[in-house]
């Protein structure tokens, strides 16, 4: 299978300037001219036939949250094709995520900086990706630019998957449609698993090393947090950063009346000076710019993780730990499972007093439930 375009390899620095020029409808064009994949005309039948297949590849949306429910697709298609390679192509900071999934053959990471249609970066993905030929290609992403486009171009597969919204042909030649009774962002993504004749498998779930475990105990131990005391993580680059300062606050006076239980702020990789000031304030223990790994082992020695529309909020039930999640009520469905693991503190319109009180009302139950509590 080649993936080599019909005028040879096109002439990157002439086409990112013209690019430049002719905005997104025309990039989508200049994508569609230039790569032969994007010319076919095979018929397809559902489910589409990969009896065979060598290499699928798997587009994770940019935005990591999205990414992560991911995993439940991911994990079907692994499951499925055992004999097949399966590749991840997504943004660099979701990387670290699915780089300890087993079954993944490798995974590809850009930078989101560098994502616009012949950009350099983009260039040597696409040379990387040209050698990774594939069967098929399942894109996630459901607002896709060129630049995805281009690199999909490069794998040059035959079956294109993706959201109804995301394309039409012949960008994509199979299209998803979902409906009500797949709500939850990971059960949408089965879709397109189902497409490909996989069927779901007991829910992805990931590890963190002892290693990498001790280390964060050993953080704690730095900020005077007794060995074996109950720790529960407030995702404060989140809150913080969707609700502000002042309820953030409130839901912080509010739990912190919590008797025998240790809070710890994760702070993310924000550089928001107002957060930082915000944090400091708080007089609570801190965790900035954790690594994946590191940001799965703070999770992993608390008793119960505080967020919502966020990466810590989905970690959390991969790695089967209870999660509170401050969700607006049209979130819930796609964001939070029935399965006594995630629980809601319900808003319309803003969170207020009563929001902080449901927060404190289940952590209060979670570290009642607690082994060994007093």
Same mark, same amino acid.
Request: charge should be neutral; include cysteine; glycine fraction near 8%.
């Given at each position: 299978?080649?993936?080599?375009?019909?005028?040879?390899?096109?002439?990157?620095?002439?086409?990112?300037?013209?690019?430049?020029?002719?905005?997104?409808?025309?990039?989508?064009?200049?994508?569609?001219?230039?790569?032969?994949?994007?010319?076919?005309?095979?018929?397809?039948?559902?489910?589409?036939?990969?009896?065979?297949?060598?290499?699928?590849?798997?587009?994770?949306?940019?935005?990591?949250?999205?990414?992560?429910?991911?995993?439940?697709?991911?994990?079907?298609?692994?499951?499925?094709?055992?004999?097949?390679?399966?590749?991840?192509?997504?943004?660099?900071?979701?990387?670290?995520?699915?780089?300890?999934?087993?079954?993944?053959?490798?995974?590809?990471?850009?930078?989101?900086?560098?994502?616009?249609?012949?950009?350099?970066?983009?260039?040597?993905?696409?040379?990387?990706?040209?050698?990774?030929?594939?069967?098929?290609?399942?894109?996630?992403?459901?607002?896709?630019?060129?630049?995805?486009?281009?690199?999909?171009?490069?794998?040059?597969?035959?079956?294109?998957?993706?959201?109804?919204?995301?394309?039409?042909?012949?960008?994509?030649?199979?299209?998803?449609?979902?409906?009500?009774?797949?709500?939850?962002?990971?059960?949408?993504?089965?879709?397109?698993?189902?497409?490909?004749?996989?069927?779901?498998?007991?829910?992805?779930?990931?590890?963190?090393?002892?290693?990498?475990?001790?280390?964060? !105990?050993? +953080?704690? @131990?730095?900020?005077? *947090?007794?060995?074996?005391? &109950?720790? #529960?993580?407030?995702?404060?680059?989140?809150?913080?950063?969707?609700?502000?300062?002042?309820?953030?606050?409130?839901?912080?006076?509010?739990?912190?009346?919590?008797?025998?239980?240790?809070?710890?702020?994760?702070?993310?990789?924000?550089?928001?000076?107002?957060?930082?000031?915000?944090?400091?304030?708080?007089?609570?223990?801190?965790?900035?710019?954790?690594?994946?790994?590191?940001?799965?082992?703070?999770?992993?020695?608390?008793?119960?993780?505080?967020?919502?529309?966020?990466?810590?909020?989905?970690?959390?039930?991969?790695?089967?730990?209870?999660?509170?999640?401050?969700?607006?009520?049209?979130?819930?469905?796609?964001?939070?499972?029935?399965?006594?693991?995630?629980?809601?503190?319900?808003?319309?319109?803003?969170?207020?007093? !009563?929001? +902080?009180? @449901?927060?404190?009302? *289940?952590?209060?139950?979670? &570290?009642? #439930?607690?082994?060994?509590?007093?």
């Amino acid at each position: 299978m080649s993936s080599s375009s019909s005028f040879g390899q096109p002439d990157r620095p002439v086409l990112s300037r013209l690019s430049r020029l002719v905005g997104p409808r025309g990039q989508d064009a200049l994508v569609r001219l230039t790569y032969p994949c994007f010319r076919s005309r095979t018929p397809l039948r559902l489910p589409a036939d990969l009896t065979g297949a060598r290499r699928l590849a798997v587009i994770l949306p940019e935005d990591p949250l999205e990414s992560l429910h991911a995993m439940s697709v991911v994990g079907a298609l692994v499951n499925h094709f055992s004999g097949a390679e399966v590749v991840i192509a997504c943004e660099r900071r979701v990387a670290g995520f699915f780089e300890r999934v087993r079954g993944i053959a490798d995974v590809v990471a850009y930078d989101r900086g560098e994502r616009y249609l012949y950009s350099r970066e983009f260039g040597e993905l696409g040379d990387m990706l040209s050698q990774k030929a594939c069967d098929a290609c399942v894109i996630l992403e459901k607002n896709p630019d060129a630049s995805l486009w281009y690199l999909i171009a490069r794998m040059a597969p035959p079956i294109r998957i993706g959201y109804a919204q995301a394309a039409s042909y012949p960008f994509l030649n199979v299209r998803i449609r979902t409906t009500g009774e797949a709500a939850h962002a990971s059960d949408q993504n089965l879709l397109a698993a189902a497409v490909m004749g996989a069927k779901p498998v007991p829910p992805a779930t990931w590890s963190v090393s002892k290693e990498t475990i001790e280390e964060m !105990r050993h +953080a704690l @131990r730095e900020y005077r *947090i007794p060995e074996g005391a &109950a720790v #529960a993580c407030l995702d404060a680059a989140y809150l913080y950063g969707r609700f502000g300062a002042e309820w953030t606050s409130t839901l912080v006076n509010t739990v912190r009346e919590i008797d025998n239980l240790e809070w710890v702020i994760y702070a993310g990789d924000s550089a928001d000076e107002d957060l930082v000031a915000w944090i400091e304030r708080s007089g609570l223990p801190a965790f900035p710019a954790l690594s994946p790994s590191r940001s799965a082992a703070l999770i992993q020695v608390s008793c119960a993780v505080v967020s919502g529309k966020a990466v810590l909020f989905e970690l959390a039930h991969l790695l089967g730990k209870p999660a509170i999640g401050v969700f607006e009520e049209n979130e819930v469905c796609r964001y939070c499972r029935p399965d006594g693991l995630s629980h809601v503190a319900g808003f319309s319109g803003r969170p207020d007093d !009563r929001t +902080a009180g @449901r927060v404190k009302e *289940i952590i209060g139950t979670l &570290a009642a #439930a607690r082994p060994g509590s007093r």
